[in-house]
């Protein structure tokens, strides 16, 4: 995503932005982590949270932003409660710290995790 002005250009990477998402579901109740975004593996694993952006897809279309997120959630959670909160949360960091509107975030649960449970 590149802006244009008059002293020059401004261009913020699609990782940039998959970092702000990231921190910001992570913070949010009832996640565990990040998860890989390959559907076909049949056991979903939770990335490490150094590479947490292997769980987020983000497009920026016509200086809108489009954002993917893969997660874990724990167990006992009420799911679509947590998936909002994240869905806020995200859409609050990324246009507070970027300046572009978010188009969608879209919340992708691949696993529920119990207490103890470290698969």
């Given at each position: 995503m590149?802006?244009?002005?008059?002293l020059?250009?401004?261009?913020?990477?699609?990782?940039?932005i998959a970092s702000i998402a990231?921190?910001?579901?992570?913070?949010?109740?009832?996640?565990v982590g990040m998860a890989k975004k390959n559907f076909a593996d049949?056991?979903?694993?939770?990335?490490?949270r150094a590479h947490y952006r292997r769980g987020i897809d983000v497009a920026v279309?016509?200086?809108?932003?489009?954002?993917?997120?893969?997660?874990?959630?724990?167990?006992g959670t009420r799911i679509s409660e947590v998936a909002h909160g994240i869905m806020k949360r995200v859409k609050y960091s990324v246009e507070k710290t970027v300046g572009l509107p978010v188009a969608q975030v879209n919340v992708?649960?691949?696993?529920?995790?119990?207490?103890?449970?470290?698969r």
């Amino acid at each position: 995503m590149s802006e244009q002005k008059n002293l020059g250009r401004i261009e913020i990477s699609p990782n940039a932005i998959a970092s702000i998402a990231g921190q910001a579901v992570l913070e949010c109740y009832g996640v565990v982590g990040m998860a890989k975004k390959n559907f076909a593996d049949r056991f979903s694993e939770l990335v490490p949270r150094a590479h947490y952006r292997r769980g987020i897809d983000v497009a920026v279309i016509d200086h809108l932003i489009y954002i993917d997120l893969y997660v874990v959630i724990q167990y006992g959670t009420r799911i679509s409660e947590v998936a909002h909160g994240i869905m806020k949360r995200v859409k609050y960091s990324v246009e507070k710290t970027v300046g572009l509107p978010v188009a969608q975030v879209n919340v992708h649960v691949q696993k529920l995790q119990m207490d103890g449970d470290g698969r």
